[in-house]
Nanobody, 129 residues
Framework: QLQLVESGGGLVQPGGSLRLSCVVS????????IGWFRQAPGKEREGVSC????????MYADSVRGRFTISRDNAKRSVYLQMDNLKPGDTAVYYC??????????????????????WGQGTQVTVSS
């Protein structure tokens, strides 16, 4: 059973930056793709970014591409989301989630669908002046 704990959220002004961290405990972290999702009040949860189990492949939602960067450090069992040039529309609770690589049939794939197997509790990001 995997457990995921997010941190790094907070209040930031438009144009500012934050770095979210997701630390994973339990077995087989290396066998899982990791995704970042967010949910704003009154809206459905949406995929933001994901990274394959081997760290080679990544994906970004159109709304964050060029501003957010995902990375992972398997030795530290951690995944990071660097968020730059933040906008008020980025305000949401951010969740990290894990899905085993075999569900993709490839170690090089990930996706932004909401069907990940394990989820963290979330961290609040508020972008406001």
């Amino acid at each position: 059973q995997l457990q995921l704990v997010e941190s790094g959220g907070g209040l930031v002004q438009p144009g500012g930056s934050l770095r979210l961290s997701c630390v994973v405990s339990g077995f087989n972290f290396d066998d899982h793709a990791i995704g970042w999702f967010r949910q704003a009040p009154g809206k459905e949860r949406e995929g933001v970014s994901c990274i394959s189990m081997n760290g080679v492949s990544s994906m970004y939602a159109d709304s964050v591409r060029g501003r957010f960067t995902i990375s992972r450090d398997n030795a530290k069992r951690s995944v990071y989301l660097q968020m730059d040039n933040l906008k008020p529309g980025d305000t949401a609770v951010y969740y990290c989630a894990a899905k085993p690589w075999y569900k993709y049939g490839s170690r090089y794939r990930c996706d932004l669908r909401n069907d990940f197997d394990y989820w963290g509790q979330g961290t609040q990001v508020t972008v406001s002046s």
